[in-house]
């Protein structure tokens, strides 16, 4: 059973699939780990960190991949590793597939069992998979480390004897895991923080951390769960409503955090132009949905935009910028999940085909495309 870490080929990432921490779990399965040489270096971690964990060094990643059993990625293979990868191989990672059909067919086609980590399901025995969660949560950590870096001014309030400063205001758009994070994390820096989201059961959360929660709160509203837990998309007469509500708010802002994803959609806009235009200058917003076409109507995916003093942030790969920290859970994400598929006695790969994990993050196999979101794009 042989275990692959590729570096990733995105020089845009720099989190890593595996750390010696859970290369080490990994060979006490009975596992042979390599990994390729930097693999680490983007999260801190070194060739000789991973060698005294017990994995082997490889230089370059074709050969590699070639004997690979299974191969841990944190973003899809690119075309050429694909070639590299042996059919039969099992892929794990975040494959982001959304959008991507001719990369989820090339993966069907070159005959890997590939599973994407997004499709975790939110149920108590997966909280130790969810990747989603576990990137999300440092992302909203780091969207308050960046707030704080470009705003220019101090977070808490500040009592001194030429004068009191006085406490920023932060608004955090979607209060998912990101946004109570973003919440918790600007509470400790001594800010006043308001949030909203489109679900129920977000205010009690929110109001726990000591945030203010503001929503339209009609029936619509009370309904707007899905039964995995994430918002649904409301309608455009509720979207107006509470653009009337917050648009004052926003105004009043230092900081607004945007949050909000729709599995498999584009980013719903929560901030117009007109609101940017309405903030003080010095003002800023996080758009945590960049990657997904934003919230912020003129955020840009990978810049820091200016609107008149008011500063737009769009960074990319938000959770990758502590990556040490990133990689590290991504890393006992992954173990936790590849676990599930190896006999422990035999040492040997053992996947349970009908166990419900499989079911809900297998994208590939044999040759075809079964998840049932794609595989009426032409995986049968």
């Known amino acids: 059973m042989k275990i692959a870490v590729p570096t990733e080929t995105d020089k845009t990432e720099p989190r890593v699939a595996a750390t010696p921490e859970t290369v080490k779990k990994f060979i006490a399965l009975g596992a042979e780990v390599t990994v390729q040489a930097g693999a680490g270096a983007g999260s801190r971690i070194t060739d000789a960190d991973y060698e005294a964990a017990g994995a082997?060094?490889?230089?370059?990643?074709?050969?590699?991949?070639?004997?690979?059993?299974?191969?841990?990625?944190?973003?899809?293979?690119?075309?050429?590793?694909?070639?590299?990868?042996?059919?039969?191989?099992?892929?794990?990672?975040?494959?982001?597939?959304?959008?991507?059909?001719?990369?989820?067919?090339?993966?069907?086609?070159?005959?890997?069992?590939?599973?994407?980590?997004?499709?975790?399901?939110?149920?108590?025995?997966?909280?130790?998979?969810?990747?989603?969660?576990?990137?999300?949560?440092?992302?909203?950590?780091?969207?308050?480390?960046?707030?704080?870096?470009?705003?220019?001014?101090?977070?808490?309030?500040?009592?001194?004897?030429?004068?009191?400063?006085?406490?920023?205001?932060?608004?955090?758009?979607?209060?998912?895991?990101?946004?109570?994070?973003?919440?918790?994390?600007?509470?400790?820096?001594?800010?006043?923080?308001?949030?909203?989201?489109?679900?129920?059961?977000?205010?009690?959360?929110?109001e726990s951390l000591g945030a203010k929660f503001i929503a339209v709160e009609d029936d619509e509203f009370k309904q707007a769960e899905t039964s995995g837990g994430y918002a649904k998309e409301m309608s455009k007469e509720y979207q107006a409503k509470q653009a009337d509500l917050i648009a004052a708010h926003i105004a009043k802002q230092d900081v607004v955090v945007t949050t909000a994803l729709i599995p498999g959609r584009p980013a719903p806009k929560l901030v117009s132009k007109a609101m940017v235009a309405a903030m003080k200058p010095g003002s800023v917003l996080i758009d945590l949905a960049v990657e997904r076409g934003g919230n912020v109507e003129g955020a840009k995916a990978g810049e820091v935009v200016d609107v008149d003093g008011v500063k737009i942030v769009g960074h990319l790969n938000v959770a990758g910028r502590i990556a040490a920290s990133a990689s590290a859970l991504y890393a006992r994400n992954l173990y936790a999940f590849v676990e599930t598929m190896i006999d422990k006695e035999k040492k040997a790969l053992a996947i349970d085909w009908d166990d419900e994990l499989i079911k809900a993050t297998n994208l590939t196999r044999d040759g075809k495309i079964v998840h049932p979101a794609f595989a009426q794009k032409g995986g049968e």
């Open 56 to 206: 082997t060094i490889a230089k370059t990643a074709p050969p590699m991949l070639k004997a690979a059993d299974i191969v841990l990625k944190v973003r899809r293979p690119s075309a050429t590793e694909v070639k590299n990868l042996p059919s039969g191989a099992i892929l794990v990672g975040a494959l982001d597939p959304f959008g991507n059909d001719e990369d989820v067919k090339a993966l069907a086609e070159s005959g890997i069992d590939a599973f994407t980590m997004e499709f975790m399901p939110r149920i108590t025995r997966a909280q130790s998979m969810d990747v989603l969660s576990s990137q999300a949560n440092l992302a909203g950590y780091q969207s308050i480390i960046d707030a704080a870096s470009n705003f220019g001014r101090a977070f808490p309030m500040m009592m001194t004897a030429a004068g009191t400063v006085p406490a920023a205001r932060v608004f955090v758009m979607g209060a998912g895991v990101a946004g109570l994070q973003a919440i918790a994390t600007a509470r400790r820096l001594g800010a006043v923080v308001t949030a909203t989201d489109v679900r129920p059961a977000a205010k009690e959360q929110v």
